[in-house]
């Protein structure tokens, strides 16, 4: 399933939809229909489990071309949020986690040239969020280094402690698609929340894939261009840690709860590994899209 949050005026509230073609669903609408309870938000839908995605499964393939009345939307018609648009914690980010990219912020951004032993581990507060299509603030007052970084996202489905690598994937709820904007004069002493974590700088969706239609995470392209002009593409291949390894290395000391995200880490081709180094400025358009789950678009704004 494609699963999204999804607003169908300026004034309504987010709800939980399911992407089927050209149309959004909505789950709570679908399931009342039927006199079954769903929720109206994602973070809700996730916590239910396994028994939700399966119910909501059988009732899209039941109800498809005759959709109740009041719980189908042309897509074209809502606006897209992210589909978590505010998560319960911060998000889990990755640092150096493509073989490239540990070599190109080497060289530009004073990191080592040494290749990880354990994943980089760091985070974006849940306020960076922002959905498909939103603005990308950038405030000239505290920063002159706006970069980009395209990423796959996991979702998790299920409390996660202590796990074991072999076992990992069984925890993940679904995928979707993440872009680390960073403001790369902002670092403080080593600490990169306040380069990371600024208003807007975690666009995510443009929806949620789950995990049983993503046969293999790490076989997936990834790219992102600024102007259309392509800056980063690779694939998920070249992860030097994989999913399973991520959850398992943060699990062991952080629990991991449903709907907590970890962005896995971006490939080369970044601006302060360029030369000379890009910026983005007011104006700029920046796309990103991972295979199999969507693409995302947003417009550099001054603030």
């Keep these: 399933m494609r699963l999204v949050t999804y607003r169908s005026g300026p004034a309504a509230a987010g709800r ?38 399966d119910t909501t499964r059988k009732l ?16 074209s018609n809502v606006k897209l949020l992210a589909p978590i648009p505010r998560p319960r914690k911060n998000i889990f980010g990755i640092g150096l986690n493509y073989v490239e990219h540990v070599a ?23 306020t960076a969020v922002c ?12 920063t002159q280094q706006l970069d980009w970084e395209v990423e796959l996202a996991v979702v998790m489905g299920r409390k996660a402690k202590r796990v074991e690598e072999a076992d990992a994937l069984n925890y993940v709820f679904g995928y979707t698609v993440l872009i680390d904007f960073s403001a790369r004069d902002c670092r403080r002493a080593g600490q990169w929340i306040v380069s990371k974590g600024q208003d807007t700088y975690a666009p995510m969706g443009p929806c949620i894939v789950t995990a049983d239609e993503i046969e293999n995470p790490h076989d997936l392209d990834l790219w992102l261009t600024v102007n259309g002009v392509t800056k980063q593409s690779s ?10 390894t991520l959850i398992s290395d943060i699990s062991q000391g952080m629990t991991l709860e449903p709907g ?30 991972v295979d199999g789950i969507g693409k995302l678009r947003h417009s550099i704004i001054a603030v």
């Design 260 to 289: 907590d995200i970890i962005a896995t880490g971006t490939p080369d081709g970044v601006g302060a590994g360029r030369s000379p180094q890009e910026w983005l400025w007011p104006g700029d358009v920046v796309e990103a899209g």
């Design 131 to 142: 959905g498909p299509g939103d603005s990308i603030e950038h405030n000239a007052k505290l």
């Design 235 to 244: 694939n998920t291949r070249h992860m030097l840690f994989k999913v399973p």
């Design 104 to 126: 190109e912020s080497a060289r530009s951004l004073d990191t080592s040239k040494d290749l990880p032993k354990q994943p980089v581990i760091f985070s974006k507060p849940p």
């Design 16 to 53: 939980l939809g399911a992407l089927v073609g050209d149309l959004v669903i909505d789950i709570e609408a679908l399931g009342a229909a039927y006199e079954i309870v769903l929720p109206s938000d994602m973070l809700s839908f996730i916590d239910l489990g396994p028994a939700a995605l």
């Design 60 to 75: 899209l393939e039941d109800a498809e071309d005759d959709w109740p009345v009041g719980a189908a939307f042309y897509a």
